[in-house]
């Protein structure tokens, strides 16, 4: 072992992402959305300080990989197995109507008859949910710089994501989530837009 302290920290990093599979699918434990995000953040930094994504392109290129799948599994586990979104529970129905649900969940809590808490988790959440494929997709792939490519992407993605929720009944088919979950994402790939094109000029200028 050339680093040991490295190494301590790989090891590190392992022990804690599998605490963390456990805590999330033994079924023992609900987790609330703000220890989730405390947890996925102990996890970056432990990941960030075993590989060092600053050391070279290709340290980077692992950790971003391995940030990837992190998000890949924290997303499907949002999706389809959390029983704190009630993944459990025997959910359907679909809404083709754009804008109903978001509509009924901003009416509701204008009534109060719902928290401010779950109209974020629902709105804001959808939006978020997606979000980081404007980051990860573009990094990790060049043809996911073109617009159009990444917005059919994500499309096919959340659609495919809604319908299987809708025949495994892990939640609802609703064109609501659809258009939050696009926006969210497209949103981020618009911000990040003029970033990707400096990076790109000042790859050409070396």
């Not at 996925?40 to 290709?58: C, E, G, K, Q, R």
């Not at 979104?85 to 009924?104: M, S, W």
Request: include cysteine; charged fraction near 15%.
């Amino acid at each position: 072992m050339k680093n040991p302290v490295i190494w301590f920290f790989r090891i590190l990093c392992v022990a804690f992402l599998g605490i963390n599979i456990y805590l999330e699918h033994s079924g023992k434990f609900i987790i609330e959305p703000q220890i989730k995000l405390v947890l996925a953040a102990i996890f970056i930094v432990l990941l960030t300080v075993s590989i060092n994504p600053f050391a070279s392109s290709v340290n980077k290129r692992i950790w971003l990989w391995i940030m990837f799948l992190y998000y890949l599994w924290v997303l499907a586990n949002l999706l389809f197995f959390d029983i704190g979104f009630g993944r459990d529970a025997a959910l359907g129905g679909i809404n083709l109507k754009p804008f109903y649900t978001i509509r009924n969940y901003l009416t509701a809590y204008k009534l109060g008859n719902i928290t401010k808490e779950l109209v974020i988790i629902n709105l804001i959440g959808n939006i978020a949910a997606f979000a980081p494929m404007a980051i990860f997709l573009p990094a990790l792939f060049k043809a996911e710089h073109n617009f159009l490519l990444f917005f059919l992407t994500i499309f096919i993605m959340v659609s495919t994501v809604e319908g299987v929720q809708y025949f495994t009944r892990t939640g609802s088919c609703d064109v609501d989530d659809l258009i939050l979950n696009v926006f969210g994402a497209m949103a981020i790939w618009i911000i990040l837009l003029p970033w990707r094109i400096i990076m790109k000029y000042k790859g050409r200028w070396k």
